[in-house]
């Protein structure tokens, strides 16, 4: 027969051993090597970051090259209707990254590169082509945008003493005049805009196209007209005596003056407004349609 004390004994020691298996079992459970994960080596963390660091500064020099090639050989070379290509071509270029590391690189570092490398970097050259993209086609690199309106349009009757401005806004494309019957907006109507560019609205080119009827005709710009003008312009009343509009909001905004004709006729004068400027590289073209209505009063 077992004693009460021996039996004890034993299944303390069986308790123990179990207890140490178990033990021992989850720490081979926890170990890194069970798991995957290497263990850390400094010399080969600092070449991996040396490669990653230097990846990062030839991707960089290659979207530079891109960009640059982009502005100052593509772009003179590449019409407006054709401008897709100006941004298709550089980012189609990101397939060369690879290519360009395994020509560059030293065979140490090339090692640490893998697909996760080629993905950082395409995301890399698309934003910095897009950054120096916008950087380089606006000023002072680059001027692609005719000049545009500096503020609104309007139409003036001068009778020799006064300039009339009509009461009604041109913010919708058209005026329209109220004449009295069986009468025609006497005196000479002028078209009166300013323009506002982003570098040089002094070199813009203005033709201006009056169709009524069937009958067209193109006028340019009077260069004096404006400054010869300049007191009674600002000083001018509308017809419901309110004060002229402000065309010219900024002191660098190019004003313009077009001679429409002297008592025009009822009916609808159609004004098309053609603006040219010389930019950088292209030529940059702007057009407006407006609408002059002249009709009788119905009083």
């Known amino acids: 027969m077992v004693d009460l004390q021996t039996a004890m004994a034993a299944a303390a020691a069986e308790r123990k051993q179990r207890s140490g298996a178990a033990s021992q079992e989850r720490k081979v459970r926890r170990s890194g090597s069970n798991l995957g994960i290497e263990a850390f080596d400094p010399v080969k963390h600092v070449k991996k970051e040396r490669a990653d660091t230097a990846s990062m500064w030839l991707v960089f020099a290659f979207t530079v090259s891109v960009s ?3 502005r100052y050989v593509l772009m003179p070379n590449t019409s407006q209707e054709k401008s897709d290509i100006l941004y298709l ?10 290519q360009v590391h395994r020509m560059v690189m030293p065979k140490s570092f090339l090692e640490f590169y893998t697909k996760g490398t080629w993905f950082k970097a395409g995301f890399l050259h698309t934003f910095t082509f897009l950054a120096l993209a916008f950087l380089l086609v606006n000023p002072p690199f680059g001027d692609i945008v005719a000049p545009k309106l500096a ?12 300039l009339l401005f009509n009461e009604d806004s041109s913010g919708d494309g058209e005026i329209i005049w109220v004449v009295d019957n069986d009468g025609n907006l006497s005196g000479e109507v002028w078209l009166l805009f300013g323009l506002a560019d982003n570098v040089n609205s002094d070199g813009a080119k203005v033709v201006v196209e009056l169709t009524h009827q069937t009958t067209s005709e193109v006028i340019e710009s009077n260069a004096t007209f404006w ?9 001018a009343n ?39 400027e010389d930019g950088d590289p292209w030529v940059n073209t702007r057009n407006y349609d407006w609408t002059l209505v002249v009709v009788e009063s119905l009083e």
């Open 238 to 276: 509308t017809t419901d005596n309110s004060s002229a509009p402000e065309l010219i909001p900024h002191v660098k905004d190019q004003s313009f003056a077009i001679l429409l004709g002297s008592d025009l006729e009822r009916g609808t004068h159609e004004i098309s407004v053609t603006i040219t």
């Open 68 to 70: 640059l090639a982009m």
């Open 227 to 235: 400054e010869d003008n300049k007191e009674r312009i600002e000083s």
């Open 89 to 98: 071509m550089p980012l189609s270029a990101m397939i060369l990254i690879p």
């Open 151 to 162: 503020s609104e349009w309007a139409v003036a009757t001068d009778d020799g003493v006064n």
